[in-house]
């Protein structure tokens, strides 16, 4: 059974940071492109968040620039998010998806491109 796993969400302070990961069981993540999104409640879902096959093309959203980080470990068959610099508008519920393919920016952080998606792991920036 193909399946996501997110991990690493938590309670961080404004400024603070924590690093996400995305397991993947049932199937190789070598031949799928990953991204990262996340919903707020009340929001939809948006794309944060995505890394190639390679892992030589990187996309993100503008209001995470400069602040987060994603990386492969085919190898460990996970992706991970770091994310920096947290604020309170980052809290919400984070899901990684996979993508049999690379996608090009405007698909990457669509969530119709995505074809299997994890449970999510919940994020809440907060004093």
């Known amino acids: 059974q193909l399946q996501l796993v997110e991990s690493g969400g938590g309670l961080v302070q404004p400024g603070g940071s924590l690093r996400l990961s995305c397991a993947a069981s049932?199937?190789?993540?070598?031949?799928?492109?990953i991204g990262w999104f996340r919903q707020a409640p009340g929001k939809e879902r948006e794309g944060v968040s995505y890394?190639?096959?390679?892992?030589?093309?990187?996309h993100y959203e503008d209001s995470v620039k400069d602040r987060f980080t994603i990386s492969r470990d085919n190898v460990k068959n996970t992706v991970y998010l770091q994310m920096n610099s947290l604020k309170p508008e980052d809290t919400a519920a984070y899901y990684c998806?996979?993508?049999?393919?690379?996608?090009?920016?405007?698909?990457?952080?669509?969530?119709?491109?995505?074809?299997?998606w994890g449970q999510g792991t919940q994020v809440t920036v907060s004093s």
């Open positions: 998806a996979a993508s049999q393919g690379d996608l090009d920016y405007y698909a990457s952080l669509a969530t119709y491109a995505y074809n299997y």
């Open positions: 890394i190639s096959l390679s892992g030589r093309s990187t």
């Open positions: 049932g199937f190789t993540l070598d031949y799928y492109a």
